[in-house]
Every structure is written in structure tokens, then in C-alpha cells.
């Protein structure tokens, strides 16, 4: 199985920014897809999930400003991540497994990540 994020990059505080995970290779009829973010000296963090059956996740942290959903094809994945703060940097990681889980050690697959900038 191979991801691969993009869409990161540099911003000013109350931009937005969209991520974009391909998935190739899956071969689970149903499977959760989604997104987790890390900063240095910290664990991956869960931010946003989607199981192909349509199930949303979001952190308490991203709610109601980032947006999960699927592009055109079920191994897609955007983030659109609005009203982005300082506190929203961090390299940010698609991951996909047989399920959603709050523990990064249980998502099978991971992309490279993309880094996130936002500036005051």
C-alpha cells in the first residue's frame, strides 16, 4: 500500500490550506482513511478520520474549521483545514488501516507527510 500527501505548505494565520492523500493498493472493501498531525517532541495526533462507509471523525481541536472528505475516487482524501492558526503547524501524516483509531500504532499505512506553516 502506498500514500501520498499533498497540498502543505506556508500560510498566514485565518488562511486555508487543503490536503490531498492517494491511496494505492488497498485491497479491504472497507477501510478508514485520514489524517494525523505531529509537532516535534509530541505523538502523532488524530485529527480528522473517514471510513469509506461515510463515518466522520474530528478532534475537538479541528472541529468545526477542518473538513474531511473523499475526492472522486474511494482512495482519496482531502483535508480542507480553514481558520488555520499558529497552532495548527505540524508535518501532517494520511494514514488508512482496517479501522479509525485514536493510537497512530494502529493505522497500517502511512504517507511521508506534508508540512504545515502557519504564521501570526
Known amino acids: 500500500v502506498h500514500l501520498v500527501e499533498s497540498g502543505g505548505g506556508s500560510v498566514q494565520a485565518g488562511a486555508s490550506l487543503r490536503l490531498f492523500c492517494a491511496a494505492s493498493?488497498?485491497?479491504?472493501?472497507?477501510?478508514?482513511m485520514g489524517w494525523f498531525r505531529q509537532t516535534p517532541g509530541n505523538q502523532r495526533e488524530r485529527i480528522a478520520t473517514?471510513?469509506?462507509?461515510?463515518?466522520?471523525f474530528y478532534a475537538d481541536s479541528v472541529r468545526g474549521r477542518f473538513t474531511i472528505s473523499q475526492g472522486n475516487t474511494k482512495s482519496t482524501l482531502y483535508l480542507q483545514m480553514d481558520s488555520l492558526t499558529p497552532q495548527d503547524s505540524a508535518m501532517y501524516y494520511c494514514?488508512?488501516?482496517?479501522?479509525?483509531?485514536?493510537?497512530?500504532?494502529?493505522?497500517?499505512?502511512w504517507g511521508q507527510g506534508t508540512q504545515v506553516t502557519v504564521s501570526s
Open positions: 494514514a488508512a488501516g482496517p479501522g479509525c483509531y485514536n493510537d497512530p500504532q494502529k493505522m497500517n499505512w
Open positions: 493498493g488497498i485491497t479491504y472493501s472497507r477501510y478508514c
Open positions: 473517514r471510513f469509506t462507509t461515510g463515518n466522520t
